[in-house]
Every structure is written in C-alpha cells, then in structure tokens.
C-alpha cells in the first residue's frame, strides 16, 4: 500500500476528468448538469435507458428488516407506490413505517415509508399500507399487488420469489439469488413459467460511478486487466458485532430500556429546570415577549406540520404543483422550527454545550427504538411456527428466536460472507472483466480455490469468519488449447477483526488502475512517473479507444464530471426499482399493442440469467473452502453448465425440482 494522501486527491481528479472528456461520457454528463439533474435524481434513466411511467407500480414489500428497509428508503413515489409490507418481528414493522433511528447514518439509509410519502403518521399510512404481520403467502393474495419486492433472509429467497410469481406478482429479489445453485435455476425456470419479470439486487449494475468506471474499462484507457484485487474487511470483535443483533430476550436489553428511559425523565426535568432559570435572569421585556412568541412557536408548529403532512397523504388526486406547495410549507415550518429552537436557546444565554448535554431529541428516539425492538420478544414461543429451529453450538442452546434474528450467523438460514458480502464485489469484478468483451456477455471465471476459517467468532455460529478466494477468469485472447495462460486473476478477502482498508475493488491493468472504495469514489491512476502519480487527461487512440496522456488539476473536464457525479452518490438500488417498474409499463404497452412483451427495448440489468452467475461464483466459493476444511482438494473448475439456467447441473449435484414442497 504506497497509496499517498495526495495520490488519492490526483487519482479521484483524474478520474472527473476522464468521464468530463467529450471522448468519454462528457457530452451525457453535460446534457445531466443543463437539464439540474444530480446523481440520484434523473441520472439512472439517462444513463441506462428506461423512461418515465404514466402511474407508479403498486408495490409489495416482503422482509421490512436491514436491506427491507434499505430498499424502503430508495423508492421513487413517481415509480413506486408501496401498498403493502410484510414481516413476523414487530420491530421491523415500525422500521418500516418510521425509519431507522438507531443513528444518524441508519436514519439516512433507511428513512421509512413516512419520509418517502409524507405520510403524517403510522396511523394515516396504515389507510395506504396493509400490513400482514403472520404469513407473507398473505400478501400474495392481495389483488392490488402488482410487484414484490423481496428482502427475506437468504433460505427463503426461492420459496418466496416463487409463491410470488405463481400469484402473478412481478420480483426484484435481494441478492444472493438464493441458497443453492438449484434454488437458483428453480427461480429463472418459474420466472420463464409464469411470464413475470424476476430480477435480483446486485445493484452495482444500476450505479453510475460503476458504469462510467467500465466506460474508462472499454475504451482501453488503463490497458490490458491481469488482475482484480478486492475486498470488505471489517473491525467485527466479539461484543462489538454488526450481525450480532441484539435479542429482545436478553435482559439486558431490558436494563438498557430502563436506564435509558430513567436518564431522559431526569434530562427533561434538569434542562426545564435550567432554561426556566435562565429565564429568570432576564429583565428585557422585549426578550421576554420574544421568547413567550417563541414558546407558542414551539408548541402549534408541530401540529401544523403534522396537519399539513395529514394534507399531503389525502392529497391523492392532487397536481404535482400542488403537493410540492404543500411540501415546501412543510419544509419552511421544519426550518422555522430548527431556527426558533436555535434563537430560543441563544436569547436564554446558554452556553451551545448544554443545549447538547440535553440532547432530549436523541434520547427519546433511544427510549423509542429499544421499546421497539423489545416487541421482538413476542416472537420467543413462535419462531418455530415460521420454520426456525433451536441449535446448540460449541455447547450453547441456541434459541429459534435467535435463528431468526441472527439468520446470518448459520449456513442454514444464510450463506456466510461470500453470499453477503463477496457476491457484490465478485460481480462487479466481472461487470469489469465483461466489459472486456465484444459479444456483451458476461465473463465466467475458469477456477476457484478458497479457504475459510473462524478465527475470531469460534463459538457463537457456524459461518466462517474470514474467507480468502483466487479465481481465474479468461482474458479476452484466452484460448485453452493456443493461449491456456491468458488469464485474469481475482483475489478476494472478506475478515472480521480488522477492518483496515475497508471495502472495494482494484482494477490493476498495463497502463494504469481503477481504485473503487465503497461505492462512493473512482481513483483513476497512470502508470507513476519517477515515483509520483501525475494529473492526467483522456485522448482518443484508435477506433472506439482512448489513452491517458499528461493533464493538469482544475480542468474543464474534472469540473464537469465533478457537477455531474456530486455525492451522495446513488448506490443503483433506486435505478434498479426504478427500471423493473417501467418495465413492467412497458410490457403492459407492449401487450396492448399486439407486440411482444418479452421484447423490452431496455432488458433488465440484472436478469435471472446474470444473477445466476454471481450465485455460481459466491457458493462454489463456498463449497471450495468446505472441501479444503475436509482435507480434499478445494480448487474447483467451473463448468458451463451451472450457468445455464435450462441445465440440471449444479456445482452441488442437486437437480433443479420446481415442485419442491416449500414452493407449492
């Protein structure tokens, strides 16, 4: 790692500068900054084709936890109505409705229905949203469904997305496709069976950073690619675990409730005492009637925008213009309110520290979510009534309940780090290596060898811990009779225990690399002059090729492509919800004009076929590192047909079986 500070600012310029060249993506990303689109907000149309539809599709949501709620937080009203949700834990109900305020970051990522539609409260959404709190089938049966969004945790993936599309229910499943290869194929064959559009949540194929990074890839900008080096390392201790979820059982959660509700009562009545004696300390009747105005302020101005928030959910029929008038009203009293909040404070004299010592906002929403996710509990006795079973590991009784809320934790209910976490990066190693190829498929690899092992989390769950995987793929001059040693080598590492480095991927070719961290920034880098990375520019070389040659900072080109690609950047799951729903538009024109629906003019990105291939790679991952751990060879040679959702062979040897019981 000789990656300098400065380096980095070097590498992220060049990397504006690339896609601001008109050789490149320029002339696009100045149609997006004269049209004031940002990313995020009109750009995934632009970039990958689909249009705008006449009505939003009605939309079901099936698993309101982590990811559910991501996907919550992405829905575009013009494209998404959701009319439906569905989960057995309580706490994720509410999630669903208010967002998650276990922190700020959460809360961006996840904001809930209310934020996404303006709904006033949980009860006016509910008049919107039916909820089915038992079996997801349910929901399936609603008749004003017209797509499913599926967020379950992994086992339940084919099952689900199955029961939908026999129900004639559209699905954008999350990733990993599902639990087994066959599970996999199972899906693609209904998916053709039942006519309905399936497509999975790889959602680098819906992001523009990644698609103007395989843009830089296929006009040969950084040469010939002889390796990808990615990974997700992560600080993940004992104790200090992210997919360790809290259980509603422990009692020390309850503790926790406890203290936490006692140490907001004391903070309310401890800051009410302070600004009423600070108040006492003011003679000036003109600051005393400013702040009498502002205590009246303080008490109607939450109600007004409750009412107006009311307004904007009965506001169905209402114009665009119209609702954004009432949205702007909301917008004007929220920063009145946060202004007179801040005045008030200032007029009283205090000092900005106590004001945050009270911070009586953040405590009340701590006492709130902890109150809700101790509702999880009610789930203790009927968690096996949903399929979840009791373990015991390393000597440990193992709850259901904890099955359920820790699915990620065992092989049976997840697939460990490869499903979650390396199956994104894997493919977007081969978006990268498929950008490569003329004939636009997507590149398999030829091997994998992986090992695995849990050294850090050794008692607590049957998933490895650490994973180390090289894949060899074909270079695009592969032949393996002629040319055997073509090859592009991926190395991939997902740990717990450190997590320096963080996550992301290294494209590495002959003149230069492309260095992607965490979904939010390119470093774009030539070859390093005298020791030193240098600015540089795009110029075209050759049909349809361009070449890095020496530039300047602050050009033309970098500020376009910064104005364009400003942050935060959209991760692609918005584009992806997005384009399943015009598609879904599309074949409902295509149908009423007597042409063939299948005949999309935009193909979904991550179609079952695609997906398919990610869930090959992550579980032969897998099976490779349990091959290893029994003292067998664990270098595994793919074959095509596993890619080949019409062929019964798995990497596993099970045989895809539509009429499994778990789907009928």
Known sequence: MNLRPEDKTTGIENFYAAVGSPHTRGKLLNQSVQAKLSSGNGLGAQYFGYGTIDRPVRIGVIGTGDEGSVLIGALNPKYAQVVAIADIRPYNIYRAFHGDKSSA???????????????????????????????????LDDQDVEAVIIALPLHLHAPASIK???????????KLMGHSVHQCKEMGRVADETDRLLAIGHQRHYSVLYENAVDLIKKNVIGPIHHIRAQWHRDNLPGNDSWQKPLPTDPAMQAKLESASQTLARAENEFDSVKKAARKKIN?????????????????????????????????????????????????????????????LKKLQLDPSVARRYNLTALAEQVEVLTQQLRDAELAVRAKDYGYQDRNVGGRDVPALEELIRWRLWNRTGGGLMAELGSHQLDAAGIFISALRDDGTKAKPLSVTAVGGRHVFPHDRDIDDHVYCQFEYPAPDYDPETAPEKKIVVSYSSINGNGFGGYGETVLGTKGSLILDREKEVVLLARPK????????????????????????????????????TWPLSRGYTEQIEHLCWAIRERERLAAEG??????????????????ADAVIALSANLSIERGAAGEDPRIEFMDSWFDIASDETPEGIAPDTQRPEYL
């Not at 939908?164 to 999350?174: F, I, P, S, T, Y």
């Not at 409750?306 to 959910?313: M, P, T, V």
């Not at 114009?319 to 309110?337: P, W, Y």
């Not at 050759?542 to 500020?559: P, W, Y």
Request: proline share 4%; glycine share 6%.
């Open 164 to 174: 939908a599309m026999r129900k004639g229910k559209h699905v954008l499943c999350e």
């Open 284 to 344: 000036d009747k003109k600051t005393i009637s400013l702040l009498d105005k502002f205590d009246r302020e303080l008490a109607s101005h939450p109600k007004k925008i409750a009412a107006l928030r009311a307004e904007l959910a009965a506001a169905g029929n209402a114009t665009a213009e119209q609702r954004q008038a009432i949205s702007d009203q909301i917008a004007k009293l929220e920063a009145r309110l946060a202004a007179v909040n801040k005045t008030y």
């Open 530 to 565: 005298y020791g030193k990375y240098e600015p540089t520019a795009i110029t075209p070389r050759g049909k349809d090729e361009c070449a890095l040659v020496d530039g300047k900072s602050g050009s033309a080109e970098a500020r376009l492509g910064r104005e364009a690609l």
């Open 595 to 612: 042409k063939d629906p299948e005949k999309l003019s935009v193909p979904l990105r991550c179609s079952p076929q695609v997906a398919l």
């Open 105 to 139: 970051s959460a809360r961006r990522a996840r904001p809930g229905l209310l934020k996404i539609y303006g709904w006033a409260d949980e009860e006016a959404a509910r008049k919107e949203v039916a909820v089915y709190e038992d079996r997801y089938e349910d929901l």
